[in-house]
């Protein structure tokens, strides 16, 4: 008997080939902090890689803020022919109990995991979850061939940028054309929110993938296992996606990129396409380096709404920017600071205290002294008006970073119950270290306090911090 228009559309539905593309579910809870501010940029690339390359395929997108209840009910209900998830070193515990859930519901789903801690260490990922294959680097091409030879019925072993059980296989290229929009349609910016901003919808825009500096802390593999380091899109696609994202109700967007004046001539000429657009109450924030700011380019930022700069400073001491690679002075970073309160742009410094690094084979690292003077110049600054938000960490040996290495080789790394993952440095005290792990906390909490970003989402992570600080 012949079908009906209906049936045969149920039934071409449910032959559809489904991918699933998820975050670790961070729940509810995570509302506020940094995962749930944006959706996951490299998630949404790719799917609109793959989607304009297979059109047949429908793409689901299980978001942060999701529970793991709801993530894995989602997941069950989907019933994908892929499922894959990107993840970081510090969330791979939670990334590797969902994976195992999934695997739990009996699909037969490629199983796929990508992100800094897939490409970091995939062997880590393939010994301790339930997954075929990772992918190393950059993710659209490598994904979309994975689909493709999934869909044909081709064995998925030996594509370029994967690692499984079997192999590891050659590098792939990086994209030499960057000029096309994430998959925007899939978002609804209700469930996003940034504790710092102007407007009330904001999102993140990716100008630039990677960054030319090497600086010792910093572990940015999936970016720079293969060169260029660095890559700009045209200044008219960018202004393509802020005109889109304006039309979408967005008033307020973070140009996320490591370093937005990478090139002081290609971000004039980005600010000149925006400013093109006049767009009226649109806002922006963006990251820079100290060292590469004119007046010019301070002005062009002014006139186009950008309000907020984020700048890693670091440390107030000349000896260890050297030592860890940052390629500033404490020079530059005043001399930036006074003209961007010129143009009456605000800025977000970031800090970070203990740092380490290696001179001609000798371990050498942030005296307390130090960073004792590098609190006193963040407190001086705030004071000032110079910085308007501060935020700080103690250095972490991250796996695959410079710092990563050197902890291993000198046997610093260290957890400490109270301070968390740090170094214990030669020299310096637990105490000495808890002295000013206190300081920045209450440094950092007065300033949430004085400058609004205590909200209702984040003060309990404010009263944890405060009876912390009690504790110490």
């Not at 950092?444 to 004085?450: A, D, V």
Request: proline share 4%; aromatic share 8%.
């Amino acid at each position: 008997m012949a079908l009906s228009l209906e049936e045969e559309d149920m039934a071409s539905a449910q032959k559809k080939f489904k991918v699933v593309l998820a975050d670790p579910p961070f729940g509810i809870e995570a509302k506020g902090e940094a995962v749930t501010e944006s959706p996951n940029l490299g998630i949404l690339y790719i799917v609109a890689y793959a989607k304009k390359r297979l059109p047949e395929v429908e793409f689901f997108y299980l978001e942060p803020f999701l529970s793991m209840e709801e993530h894995i009910a989602k997941a069950r209900s989907i019933q994908p022919d892929v499922y894959a998830i990107s993840f970081t070193t510090t969330r791979k515990e939670l990334a590797y109990e969902t994976i195992g859930k999934v695997k739990g519901l009996g699909l037969k789903a490629l199983m796929v995991a990508g992100g800094a801690h897939p490409t970091i260490d995939p062997t880590d990922v393939l010994n301790n979850a339930k997954v075929d294959v990772c992918i190393v680097g950059e993710g659209e091409e490598t994904f979309y061939e994975l689909l493709k030879n999934t869909i044909d019925g081709k064995p998925v072993s030996d594509v370029l940028g994967t690692v499984n059980t079997q192999k590891r296989n050659d590098m792939r290229p990086l994209l030499k054309d960057l000029d096309f929009l994430p998959a925007w349609e899939m978002i609804d910016f209700e469930n996003y929110d940034i504790a710092v901003s102007k407007e009330k919808r904001m999102a993140y825009v990716l100008p630039i993938r990677g960054c030319p500096n090497y600086c010792t802390f910093c572990s940015n593999p999936v970016w720079k296992l293969t060169k260029p380091w660095v890559r700009m899109r045209s200044p008219k696609n960018i202004a393509e996606e802020v005109n889109y994202l304006y039309g979408r109700g967005i008033r307020e967007i973070y140009l996320r990129s490591d370093t937005f004046n990478v090139d002081v001539d290609w971000c004039m000429e980005v600010c000149r396409e925006i400013e093109k657009l006049n767009l009226k109450g649109m806002t922006f924030q963006c990251n820079l380096r100290a060292d590469k700011l004119n007046n010019e380019l301070a002005q062009k930022l002014a006139s186009v709404g950008v309000w907020l700069v984020h700048i890693g400073i670091e440390s107030a001491n000349d000896r260890v920017l050297k030592g860890i690679g940052k390629n500033i002075t404490n020079q530059d970073t005043m001399r930036t600071l006074r003209l961007l309160k010129k143009h009456d742009i605000k800025v977000y410094g970031f800090l970070m205290l203990y740092n380490a690094w290696e001179t001609n084979g000798k371990l050498e690292y942030e005296t307390p002294r130090e960073v004792s003077k590098t609190l006193r110049f963040a407190k001086k600054s705030l004071n000032e008006g110079l910085i308007e938000y501060i935020s700080w960490s103690i250095a972490n040996p991250l796996v695959g970073s410079k710092l990563g290495e050197i902890a291993k080789k000198y046997d610093i790394a260290h957890h400490n119950v109270r301070i968390g993952n740090c170094m214990k440095l030669p020299s310096v005290s637990e105490r000495q270290m808890i002295a000013h792990v206190k300081q920045g906390m209450i440094l950092q909490l007065l300033n949430g306090i004085q400058k609004g970003m205590i909200t209702k989402e984040s003060y309990k992570r404010a009263a944890q911090k405060a009876v912390k600080i009690l504790n110490m």
